[in-house]
């Protein structure tokens, strides 16, 4: 699949997270990894909505809160930085792509998610192994299409936790932790991709992201 079918895929991750924030009883919203709201943020429908990005891309940085994802964690805990509410129903993480700070943002979510709430994390599904470079300044045949490793910090969590988790198969991987609901099947089993190698995600990807379409995940009766 090429990178422009890719982008092209519905829906897109702002339509995921308000259908989720439906499912939630206060409609908390929080943004880590901003950049240009008009990609997501403003269109997220919320009754308090926030966003944190310290503006490292962007020389109009119009964040909420200017501090990298660790920075903000760490005020926040410690009460430095005060906000409205304590926890939130939905956490987008979108932040940089790199397995070893998504996973501290995952953590970090966690302890402010609500007991019903979602963490949801984009560029889960890389098509290819271009896209899931380290680095977005190498050259590759992917251009400036970079979803880094994030697969590998989902691809730890379900292995880890037996928390519900899947990706939504659309706009380049829309991964979802439900703090309310374990999997029914437990937690992945580590031997399917045990160094975390490309090519084997890319044999596995269904069953290691527990991939599902958005039609699967509206059913009113879905056990996934």
Not at 52 to 59: A, I, L, R, T, W
Not at 64 to 73: A, G, P, Y
Not at 123 to 131: A, E, L, V
Not at 144 to 149: I, M, R, V, Y
Request: glycine content about 4%; charged content about 25%; overall charge negative.
């Amino acid at each position: 699949m090429t990178s422009e079918q890719e982008a092209l895929k519905k829906p897109a991750r702002y339509t995921v997270i308000d259908w989720l924030l439906t499912q939630t009883h206060q409609r908390r919203y929080m943004e880590i990894g901003v950049r240009n709201p008009e990609d997501c943020f403003g269109h997220i429908n919320a009754d308090y909505k926030v966003s944190v990005d310290p503006g490292y891309e962007s020389s109009d940085n119009r964040a909420d809160v200017k501090l990298t994802s660790d920075e903000f964690f760490e005020q926040f805990r410690s009460g430095r930085l005060t906000l409205p509410h304590q926890q939130f129903d939905v956490i987008f993480i979108d932040g940089l792509h790199l397995a070893d700070q998504v996973w501290k943002d995952i953590q970090n979510a966690l302890q402010i998610l609500a007991p019903v709430g979602y963490i949801v994390l984009h560029d889960c599904n890389p098509p290819t192994r271009y896209h899931a470079r380290e680095s977005i300044e190498e050259q590759s045949p992917a251009r400036n299409f970079w979803n880094g490793t994030t697969w590998k910090a989902f691809q730890r969590f379900r292995v880890e936790s037996s928390k519900n988790s899947y990706v939504v198969n659309s706009d380049w991987g829309v991964g979802v932790i439900e703090n309310h609901r374990n999997a029914a099947g437990g937690c992945l089993n580590p031997a399917l991709n045990p160094f975390y190698e490309f090519a084997t995600f890319e044999r596995n990807r269904q069953q290691i992201l527990n991939l599902v379409d958005f039609e699967e995940l509206c059913r009113p009766s879905n056990d996934m």
